[in-house]
């Protein structure tokens, strides 16, 4: 068991790797075999996912070294600096890790349903494992150029899977602006870290963290690192992409792509906080994430009650969510260098944002997966044509109605939790942002309430008579959610003072990530 | 205690509000108890009344999404009109408007940093 | 070549940039578009190819060093993954624009979009 933990932050990443490229060849003889082979691999990495967790919870931040004789010896003989990749879990990694090993197992599973119509579904399931994969890299590597190509991978299996049913027209155009986006965002990711290795000659971020300095092309590329992580996730005004992407993709697949999202948003936390640290000017970066997080609320969700196709109100209301977690991380970005600020409300900013991270990785995906639970019985996404289907689709309407309840804000859902923490932290750096938060709040709970109607209210239509229930793969995927929401609601301090208190530390101290890295004080 | 949260003003307990909540719902079904136990099933008391008019159809009857909150929309119709602007769906303006963000926030830390 | 300055291909890098991101914004063809992506991932991978460069250095291909600087090595094993990478992501661009085309009989990017608002 020791080596399984020892070794578990490579196994993580490289049992979907190898899983992925075995599929073809086991459904070959058998989609009963390929099926049980998807389950079953991201079923261990979970295990292994929150065995890590615990070991993390008790020993520290966790080390590897891919290529060296043993696992923790990070500079080789006779060289200076880490040259090597080093995968470094502290504990904000370890809890995307265990959103993203929830939310993909839920994914698949849904997937065994949802999809089981379609031609191909080998190589669906090849390009979903090798999402799991892109995504794990991006959480838990410490290399700046590795964070690129496990971006690079999750973002084109991502469109890959997004253009999937090529029969439709709307997916290809979702998908292609996908991966243009994608490619842009990552070319100019590869231009900052260019420009930071030319001055440094350093790839690893706890190395550059110690030498850096902070000079005009440092600003530059921390502009464009920045910019284009927040671009992929969803940062108004480059939202405009996000809708036109997570709406058409099976809905499996857009539960997975918003924790890709957050995994962008996770990068782009880890160059202000880690790599920049105490360098940076806190309070100007700290007021450009709070303005842009201002917007993204506001405008994602007056956009979203607008709307009349009901995975896009839903990728809407994701630009919104995602916009309380910039403003809460925002502010204890801004307050960085002044230590008894960050005392008194920036580390719970921080927190709050954080735990806003956990909880809408929990919601989030149950509501598109009921959104596309209503597209797999009814056939279309349109809500004006939708009605009455609460007489039949009874489990689907109780888990929307969940979903609705957490993500508003509404006691004692798990949202209440983490927008409490943050309403209550950020007021006292400026007014102004709780209150738009908690009309932002109304707002949503206003826009679901609409959407649960046409969808779900009223009388039953004839065109529906023959609508049952969803299938039970499906129904087990969005209850796996759902458990996790209930769980959150109920025990809220455990999972803060083990999950989330430890991410908001990690982040804000930089000086344990860059001893991890070179062993000496910096 | 596991289901406390405190935050730096107050704390919140879950398992209160849900107490309260089985006792507001316990007190609510005793005041249910004491209405009109029975109706006729299949009478014209179980039907939908409308003042005496015809009852259209489900699917007449039923409101479609594009006009609820019609006030809303009404009142905010040029907050409306601006926001729906950019949302062309056309992707050289996605880009145009990342490359101007990156323009932007670039000029505004090279000038936080001189102005240090 | 002592007479071309040593800032140079960092000036065609940028140049390149430039270029690529005018015809990503004002060009409404869509192979067009994908042409100004790899055109930007040429000028980004010639800036890391040429921020490795030593003056009088030698390639970094010898085990028994010879005298002076050699040329950096690692920016050039991470301009072959970023290759590699983009003949991905290009091919997956030209399939979507397949499709599009089949579908909607357009190539512009404005007459062949159905989702907007």
């Known amino acids: ?522 | 205690m596991t289901s406390i949260l405190e935050s730096g003003y107050a704390f919140w307990n879950p398992i209160i509000w849900i107490i309260a909540f089985v006792v507001v719902m316990v007190v609510v079904y005793f005041f249910r108890r004491r209405g009109q136990k029975t109706y006729k099933k299949d009478t014209a008391q179980t039907q939908i009344f409308l003042c005496g008019e015809e009852v259209p159809e489900a699917g007449q009857r039923h409101i479609r999404v594009g006009n609820i909150y019609w006030g809303f929309f009404e009142t905010l119709k040029e907050y409306y009109n601006q926001v729906l602007r950019p949302h062309t769906g056309i992707i050289n303006d996605y880009v145009l408007w990342f490359v101007a963000v990156t323009a932007v926030s670039a000029i505004i830390l090279l000038i936080a940093g001189l102005a240090k | ?117």
Request: aromatic share 10%.
């Open chain 1, 1 to 522: 068991m020791d080596t399984l933990i020892t070794h578990s932050s490579i196994l993580i990443i490289a049992i979907p790797l190898v899983t992925a490229f075995l599929i073809p060849l086991v459904g070959m003889t058998s989609k009963k075999a390929r099926n049980a082979l998807v389950i079953v691999s991201l079923a261990f990495v979970a295990f292994l996912v929150f065995a890590l967790a615990k070991d993390i919870a008790i020993n520290g931040i966790h080390i590897y070294t891919l290529g060296a004789t043993s696992p923790d010896l990070t500079t080789p003989t006779g060289f200076m600096v880490p040259v090597r990749i080093i995968l470094e879990v502290d504990g904000m990694s370890i809890l995307m890790g265990i959103i993203w090993s929830i939310v993909s197992l839920a994914a698949a599973i849904f997937s065994l349903s949802h999809i089981a119509s379609e031609t191909g579904q080998n190589r669906f399931y090849t390009l979903l494992l090798l999402m799991v994969t892109g995504g794990f890299g991006m959480m838990f590597t410490s290399d700046l150029f590795n964070l690129f190509v496990f971006l690079e991978i999750a973002s084109i299996s991502g469109a890959a899977l997004i253009a999937f049913r090529t029969k439709f027209a709307d997916t290809q155009e979702g998908g292609f602006k996908y991966i243009v986006v994608s490619a842009i965002a990552s070319l100019m990711v590869l231009f900052a870290i260019g420009l930071l290795y030319a001055q440094y000659n350093l790839l690893n971020i706890g190395a550059l963290a110690q030498v850096i300095q902070y000079t005009t092309p440092d600003k530059i590329a921390l502009a464009l690192l920045l910019i284009a992580f927040t671009m992929k996730a969803g940062m108004v005004p480059l939202h405009l992409w996000f809708p036109d992407a997570y709406s058409v993709a099976p809905a499996s697949i857009t539960g997975m792509l918003v924790i890709t999202s957050h995994a962008c948003m996770y990068a782009a936390f880890r160059v202000c906080f880690t790599l920049y640290g105490g360098m940076l000017d806190a309070p100007v970066v700290g007021w450009i994430l709070i303005v842009f997080g201002l917007l993204s609320m506001f405008v994602g969700v007056t956009m979203a009650v607008f709307q009349k196709d009901v995975m896009r109100f839903m990728s809407y209301h994701a630009i919104s969510q995602l916009g309380y977690m910039w403003v809460g991380v925002g502010v204890g970005l801004a307050v960085l260098g002044n230590p008894e600020l960050v005392a008194t409300y920036g580390r719970d900013a921080i927190s709050g944002g954080v735990f806003h991270i956990l909880n809408h990785a929990m919601y989030k995906p149950l509501l598109f997966f009921t959104g596309g639970a209503l597209f797999h019985r009814t056939g279309t996404r349109d809500l004006t044509k939708m009605g009455g289907l609460a007489h039949k689709m009874k489990w689907t309407t109780i888990l929307y109605i969940i979903g609705t309840l957490s993500i508003a804000g509404i006691p004692p859902l798990n949202g209440f939790s983490s927008k409490i923490l943050i309403y209550e932290s950020v007021y006292q750096f400026h007014p102004i942002l709780t209150i738009t938060g908690i009309i932002v709040s109304i707002l949503t709970l206003a826009s679901f309430t609409k959407a649960f109607h046409s969808a779900f209210m009223g009388a039953e239509l004839p065109e529906y008579k023959e609508v049952k229930e969803v299938p039970r793969s499906m129904i087990i995927a969005m209850v796996i959610l759902a458990a996790g929401i209930v769980f959150i609601t109920l025990f809220p301090s455990l999972i803060v003072n083990w999950t989330i208190h430890p991410a908001a530390d990690a982040l804000i101290d930089q000086g344990a990530y860059i001893t991890a890295v070179t062993g000496a004080v910096p």
């Open chain 3, 1 to 117: 070549m002592e007479y071309i300055p040593l800032d140079f291909p960092f000036l065609a890098a940028a140049l390149l940039v430039g270029v690529s991101f005018y015809i990503i914004i004002f060009k409404k063809n869509l192979i067009k578009l994908i042409m100004g992506v790899a055109m930007l991932a040429a000028g980004v991978n010639l800036f890391l190819v040429s921020l490795g460069y030593r003056a009088g250095g030698t390639a970094p291909i010898y085990t028994d060093v010879p005298e002076g600087p050699m040329v950096l090595s690692i920016p050039q094993a991470l301009t072959l993954t970023s290759i590699v990478i983009n003949v991905a992501v290009l091919a997956l661009m030209l399939t979507m624009v397949i499709h599009i085309y089949r579908h909607t009989g357009s190539l512009d990017s404005e007459k062949s979009r159905k989702l907007k608002g």
